[in-house]
C-alpha cells in the first residue's frame, strides 16, 4: 500500500505503468435524465450546473483538443508520462453508442494515454455500451465510475437520486461480466447514522468493488441543498468516518478519492473540504493512531 495505510488509486498506477498516471479530466457535453426531465426535474439535490465537473478548461474544446491541453499542462506542471482520460462531466453513457464510440476514441488518440475512466449513472448503461466499452479493455486499463452515494433507498428518495439500489446492482453484476473494472461513488453526510454508513461499506465489500471515491456531502451555489437548513459533518467526524469505512473493505480495492477539491469559488459549505491535504494528513494519522489500515475489519470468506 505504498506509505499509506490505504490503496491509493494514484500509487497503483505507479505500480502497474512503472510511472506516475495523472487522469485527464474531460467534458463530452453529456446530460444526465434526472436533470432533462427523463426521470424527473432538478437532478440531485447535490449537483451544480458543472455536473461535478472542476476542470478548468471548456467543453468548448474538442475532446481530443482537451486531452491534449491536459497532457500538456500535467506534463509541465507534474512532470507527468502517462495520463488516463476521464470523462466525470454528469453522465458519460447517455448517448446512442455509435456517438459514444466517436466522443471514446477521441479521448483515446493521444499517444501517452494508457486508460479511460468513465463516470455514469447504474440506469444509463445497457449491453450495447458495455460491449463498447469492454472493447477497449485489451489495449486501455478501462473503469467504469457509477454513482451510487448509498446503498439505502431511502436516501437515495431524499436526495432525488431518480433510481433505487437495485438498479445499481444490475448495472454493477452486468459490468463485471463484462470484465470491466467498477469505481463506486458514495457520500457522506446524506442524513444517515454511522451503521447505516458502514451498512454501504459492508455491502461493497461483500461485492468486492474495485474502487471506491468517498465524497463528502456539500452544498454549492445553485444547488437544491444550498437552500436547505442542514448540519454538516465536522472534519474529524469525517476522518474517522473515512477510516471505519476503509476497514471494513478488501484490500484490492482501490481508493480513488478521499478530500475534495476544486470547488473553491462555488462552495458554501462545509468550508473546511477546501483544505483536502490537511483532510488527507489528518487521516493518515488518524490510522497511526488507531494502528489500524484498509481490511482491518474486512471479512474474508
Not at 465537473?53 to 481530443?64: C, K, R, V, Y
Not at 489495449?139 to 433510481?163: A, F, M
Not at 444550498?226 to 474529524?236: A, N
Request: proline letters at 2%; one cysteine or more; aromatic letters at 12%.
Amino acid at each position: 500500500m505504498d506509505s499509506k495505510r490505504y490503496n491509493q488509486f494514484s500509487a497503483h498506477l505507479k505500480e502497474k505503468f512503472g510511472v506516475k498516471v495523472y487522469k485527464i479530466t474531460l467534458d463530452a457535453n453529456f446530460s444526465c435524465p434526472n436533470r432533462d426531465g427523463t426521470i424527473s426535474t432538478g437532478g440531485c439535490i447535490f449537483c451544480d450546473d458543472g455536473g461535478s465537473f472542476s476542470q478548468a478548461h471548456s467543453n468548448l474544446l474538442s475532446i481530443e483538443e482537451q486531452v491534449n491541453v491536459g497532457a500538456k499542462t500535467l506534463k509541465e506542471r507534474f512532470k507527468a508520462e502517462k495520463f488516463m482520460s476521464y470523462f466525470q462531466a454528469f453522465s458519460n453513457t447517455y448517448k446512442p453508442v455509435n456517438e459514444l464510440e466517436k466522443i471514446y476514441n477521441s479521448a483515446l488518440k493521444h499517444p501517452d494515454i494508457v486508460g479511460i475512466s468513465i463516470g455514469t449513472r447504474p440506469d444509463c448503461i445497457d449491453d450495447d455500451k458495455l460491449k463498447l466499452i469492454s472493447s477497449y479493455k485489451d489495449d486501455y486499463y478501462t473503469w467504469v465510475e457509477y454513482g451510487l452515494q448509498s446503498i439505502h433507498n431511502k436516501t437515495l428518495q431524499k436526495i432525488n437520486r431518480g433510481h433505487d439500489y437495485d438498479c445499481f446492482l444490475r448495472a454493477y453484476e452486468k459490468t463485471k461480466e463484462a470484465g470491466i473494472n467498477v469505481c463506486v461513488h458514495v457520500i457522506f453526510g446524506l442524513w444517515e447514522s454511522h451503521d447505516e454508513i458502514m451498512q454501504t461499506a459492508q455491502e461493497l465489500a461483500r461485492l468486492g468493488v474495485d474502487g471506491v471515491k468517498i465524497h463528502m456531502l456539500c452544498a454549492l451555489e445553485g444547488t437544491k441543498l444550498s437552500e436547505m437548513d442542514i448540519d454538516f459533518m465536522s472534519e474529524d467526524e469525517y476522518v474517522k468516518c473515512v477510516c471505519d469505512f476503509l476497514e471494513y473493505l478488501p484490500p484490492h480495492t482501490t481508493i480513488h478519492r478521499l478530500a475534495g477539491n476544486g470547488f473553491s469559488k462555488t462552495l458554501i459549505a462545509p468550508k473546511w473540504l477546501n483544505k483536502k491535504f490537511d483532510c488527507l494528513n489528518k487521516i493518515d494519522r488518524e490510522f497511526i493512531n488507531r494502528n489500524s489500515h484498509q481490511s482491518s475489519r474486512f471479512i474474508y470468506k
